[in-house]
């Protein structure tokens, strides 16, 4: 009996161990963003909250393995290595943009410097939000339709 229950309780702790390194893979795994597409449609900081007027320009592209992303920010393209160092967390490498100049008001360059300034990603109701440093803000994305 007694080698019976520390064999049940070795396999449930097998099976608790297995179970939170698959969380802890899912959460760090780029295939969660992998060729998934994403319009900017709000900005949130402690001193300002903005509401992107056009979305459709301000969009946020992974490549299909998830170790890119491409920007279309306003009139300008960009794109940057990306990878996800420990769960939750987004490392965006230098942006290469262009540097089309849009009359103002434009967001554009605003959008890339947020997108470059990311630390923290996550995923909630639907929409995908891009942390900066502790209370520099939140760009908040919804998907893009096809």
């Not at 920007?71 to 490392?91: K, M, Q, S, T, Y």
Request: net charge positive; proline share 9%; hydrophobic share 45%.
């Amino acid at each position: 009996m007694h080698r019976a229950l520390l064999a049940l309780a070795f396999a449930l702790g097998l099976v608790v161990a297995t179970t939170a390194a698959a969380q802890t893979d899912a959460a760090r795994d780029p295939a969660r963003l992998a060729g998934t597409a994403w319009r900017w449609t709000a900005f949130s900081s402690p001193v300002e909250t903005i509401t992107v007027p056009d979305p459709e320009h301000h969009t946020l592209a992974f490549t299909p393995d998830g170790s890119c992303v491409a920007l279309c920010a306003d009139c300008n393209r960009g794109a940057a290595a990306v990878a996800f160092p420990e769960p939750h967390r987004i490392a965006v490498a230098t942006l290469a943009l262009t540097r089309a100049i849009r009359p103002a008001p434009s967001l554009g360059a605003r959008f890339a410097r947020e997108v470059s300034r990311a630390t923290v990603r996550f995923e909630r109701g639907g929409e995908l939000l891009l942390e900066l440093r502790p209370d520099s803000g939140t760009p908040r994305f919804r998907p893009a339709m096809p």
